[in-house]
């Protein structure tokens, strides 16, 4: 466990030379803690623990040049802010599980592989899409607005419940909520102010009980879905 205690780990800035990070562990180390600090201005990542089952709680990750947070297989994020960070502010490997966490102007927001439950988390400015949950995903209680193109997307598998999403994309297939392949269940969603409000490329997806509003057009779903 590295407790933080309320301190900063600083690096030597951004855009400095080289490519360390604040705090790393390699592949073959499992099973790591860091908690109650802040990781800033590094020219690799702020945390980036390769290993599986790790824990980040209370991590405050910022301008860094790669991710604010990555971390492997079947680990834990809570209670983290990550904003300004060169590529995703946080990076979660398959079967994690994403809370309570806060993304702010990064590439991407929280990106997650599969298996991934996102819940209660915020994520808006970001320059690509605020959530990004690989297939047979979970994304729920969340609010994702103002990013460049999706708000949240998805694929094959996925549940997206219960979020807000407002003021997302500008063209193309941008949407408040996008997703693709078969079998997400897209239910309860508040999209308002985006390029689509909800996107559905794919087939065989239930789209139900989501509310749409003020969007360039609401609802763009391909035949073969239900709706």
């Given at each position: 466990t590295i407790d933080l205690n309320g301190y900063t780990i600083r690096g030597p800035g951004k855009g400095a030379?080289?490519?360390?990070?604040?705090?790393?562990?390699?592949?073959?180390?499992?099973?790591?803690?860091?908690?109650?600090?802040?990781?800033?201005?590094?020219?690799?990542?702020?945390?980036?623990?390769?290993?599986?089952?790790?824990?980040?709680?209370?991590?405050k990750c910022a301008e860094n040049y790669w991710d604010?947070?990555?971390?492997?297989?079947?680990?834990?994020?809570?209670?983290?802010?990550?904003?300004?960070?060169?590529?995703?502010?946080?990076?979660?490997?398959?079967?994690?599980?994403?809370?309570?966490?806060?993304?702010?102007?990064?590439?991407?927001?929280?990106?997650?592989?599969?298996?991934?439950?996102?819940?209660n988390c915020t994520s808006d400015s970001n320059t690509y899409a605020g959530i990004w949950g690989q297939s047979y995903s979970t994304i729920r209680d969340?609010?994702?607005?103002?990013?460049?193109?999706?708000?949240?997307?998805?694929?094959?598998?996925?549940?997206?419940?219960n979020n807000n999403c407002g003021k997302n994309g500008g063209s193309g297939d941008d949407a408040g909520i996008y997703v693709s392949g078969t079998g997400c269940r897209v239910e309860g969603n508040n999209v308002a102010d985006n390029h689509y409000g909800i996107c559905v490329?794919?087939?065989?997806?239930?789209?139900?009980?989501?509310?749409?509003?003020?969007?360039?057009?609401?609802y763009y779903i391909t035949a073969g879905n239900k709706a």
């Open positions: 030379f080289g490519s360390s990070s604040g705090i790393y562990a390699a592949s073959d180390v499992h099973r790591i803690t860091v908690l109650n600090g802040s990781v800033r201005e590094w020219p690799g990542y702020g945390v980036w623990l390769w290993g599986s089952s790790n824990r980040v709680k209370d991590l604010g947070i990555q971390v492997g297989e079947n680990s834990n994020v809570s209670g983290c802010g990550v904003s300004n960070n060169g590529d995703d502010g946080i990076q979660v490997g398959t079967g994690s599980l994403v809370t309570d966490c806060v993304a702010y102007n990064n590439d991407y927001g929280i990106y997650a592989y599969e298996r991934t439950t996102i819940s969340c609010t994702a607005n103002f990013n460049g193109q999706y708000g949240i997307r998805s694929s094959t598998g996925s549940r997206i419940v490329n794919g087939t065989e997806n239930l789209i139900i009980k989501n509310h749409a509003g003020g969007n360039t057009t609401d």
